[in-house]
């Protein structure tokens, strides 16, 4: 069936580095792809999508590539600030299942 | 504005007692959703709804009972048969269910007593 595997955490990272967060899907057809942004004590927030191969979705500064030919989804960001420690979730929807599918989850803390 | 509104945000369960958690979206959504999270870990499938008077059980539905009345509203009950119940739980829509956003709720933590 379809999943999603994401890089586990946590992730610590100094001010103004460089994010990479991997994530990988396994899925039949062509799904959609999101990554979402949950800070402590509340809901997940959409932060990009990617619909179709090769479409890059970007938000806020971060970036994620469809990339079909190794079935993946990386989010990176050039310049990480404190504001963005959080705890980030790859996700797939397929085109003819029925749920959602959510990665673990990926912790990020920004020290100054 | 248009979202998601799930209430209370902090709840707490007796023994052997029933509690129901409030979701409400009016997003003019069709889909509705309800996942468990527990600290450190992912989110996982309670129940979900495709339309109104129709919902279908996800991976971890024992425990757990929902009803889809109206478009609006999707509220989940944890069960006294429900032994673990204490968790982060969030709710979400989407237009449909393929290939389309969800968007959540600022979720419930329920705890037990």
């Known amino acids: 069936g379809d999943s999603v595997t994401q890089m586990e955490g946590p992730v610590t990272l100094s001010e103004e580095a460089f994010l990479t967060i991997n994530c990988t899907y396994t899925?039949?057809?062509?799904?959609?792809l999101f990554w979402y942004v949950q800070y402590p004590g509340e809901g997940l927030q959409l932060l990009l999508k990617?619909?179709?191969?090769?479409d890059k979705g970007s938000n806020k500064g971060f970036e994620a590539t469809y990339r079909k030919e190794t079935t993946s989804f990386h989010l990176e960001k050039g310049s990480v600030q404190v504001s963005d420690s959080a705890v980030y979730f790859c996700?797939?929807?397929?085109?003819?299942?029925?749920?959602?599918?959510f990665g673990t989850g990926t912790s990020l803390t920004v020290i100054p | 504005d248009g979202g998601i509104t799930q209430s209370p945000k902090y709840l707490f369960r007796k023994e052997g007692q029933n509690v129901t958690l409030s979701c409400e979206q009016n997003?003019?959504?069709?889909?509705m959703y309800w996942y468990r999270q527990d600290p450190g870990q992912g989110l996982r499938l309670i129940y979900y709804?495709?339309?109104?008077?129709?919902?279908q059980k996800g991976d971890i539905a024992e425990g757990y009972s929902v009803s889809r009345e109206k478009k609006e509203s999707f509220p989940l009950t944890v069960t006294s048969a429900q032994k673990n119940p204490t968790a982060f739980y969030l709710c979400?829509?989407?237009?449909?269910?393929?290939?389309?956003?969800?968007?959540f709720g600022a979720g419930t933590r329920l705890s037990v007593l």
């Open positions: 997003l003019n959504h069709d889909a």
């Open positions: 979400a829509s989407s237009i449909a269910v393929a290939k389309n956003i969800q968007y």
């Open positions: 709804s495709q339309i109104v008077n129709d919902f």
């Open positions: 899925a039949t057809g062509y799904p959609s």
């Open positions: 990617a619909t179709k191969a090769d």
């Open positions: 996700a797939l929807s397929g085109d003819t299942g029925n749920q959602f599918y």
